[in-house]
T-cell receptor, first 113, second 114 residues
Framework: EAEVAQSPRYKITEKSQAVAFWCDPI?????LYWYRQILGQGPELLVQ????????DSQLPKDRFSAERLKGVDSTLKIQPAELGDSAMYLCASSLERYSPLHFGNGTRLTVT | GENVEQHPSTLSVQEGDSAVIKCTYSDSASNYFPWYKQELGKGPQLIID?????GEKKDQRIAVTLNKTAKHFSLHITETQPEDSAVYFCAASGSGGSNYKLTFGKGTLLTVNP
């Protein structure tokens, strides 16, 4: 079964440093999502792409977070500078189209020290 | 925006018993309600979903019911097995027009004791 690939699986960084996460969605999936999951809570949407266009980034802290999906396939989420409160699991998900079920990757666990 | 409440936060059952997890949502325009299972160190995995034009859906030992009037939906797992132990999340799609935004509950840690 096709999967959403994410890397790295784990990342430890010091506060004020820059960090980046990569996601490769299931082939052919037009919609891509980045979610943040704080320990003990449900995932919260950060940004949603339809092909290469952002359709929802209302919950993305734009002063430090950025996301891109230049060719409408893989995507990168960046944090600069990282803060202690950014420690969380960052999950990528994709769906065939906007109203299709979401398929999640296994996430990147970020620890900011 | 949409708000999803999920109960209980933890649930412990004996193998073979049934487990029920309940969720309520706030946006009456929500029309899609998936349930996800998340095992330790992994991403959430879709186990069943229901749309607002259906009141109940079943897939082997798992069933979901939806009450649109009361704005609540439930997950039922029968004949539980130790491998059902995980965190379960409900979610609801908000009325964000073309954005189709999923809002998740805070999760239920299900433990099935052998």
């Amino acid at each position: 079964e096709a999967e959403v690939a994410q890397s790295p699986r784990y990342k430890i960084t010091e506060k004020s440093q820059a960090v980046a996460f990569w996601c490769d969605p299931i082939s052919g999936h037009a919609t891509l999502y980045w979610y943040r999951q704080i320990l003990g809570q449900g995932p919260e949407l950060l940004v949603q792409f339809q092909d290469e266009s952002v359709v929802d980034d209302s919950q993305l802290p734009k002063d430090r977070f950025s996301a891109e999906r230049l060719k409408g396939v893989d995507s990168t989420l960046k944090i600069q500078p990282a803060e202690l409160g950014d420690s969380a699991m960052y999950l990528c998900a994709s769906s065939l189209e906007r109203y299709s079920p979401l398929h999640f990757g296994n996430g990147t666990r970020l620890t900011v020290t | 925006g949409e708000n999803v409440e999920q109960h209980p936060s933890t649930l412990s059952v004996q193998e073979g018993d049934s487990a029920v997890i309940k969720c309520t949502y706030s946006d009456s325009a929500s029309n899609y309600f998936p349930w996800y299972k998340q095992e330790l160190g992994k991403g959430p995995q879709l186990i069943i979903d229901i749309r607002s034009n259906v009141g109940e859906k079943k897939d082997q030992r798992i069933a979901v019911t939806l009450n649109k009037t009361a704005k609540h939906f439930s997950l039922h797992i029968t004949e539980t097995q130790p491998e059902d132990s995980a965190v379960y999340f409900c979610a609801a799609s908000g009325s964000g027009g073309s954005n189709y935004k999923l809002t998740f509950g805070k999760g239920t840690l299900l433990t099935v004791n052998p």
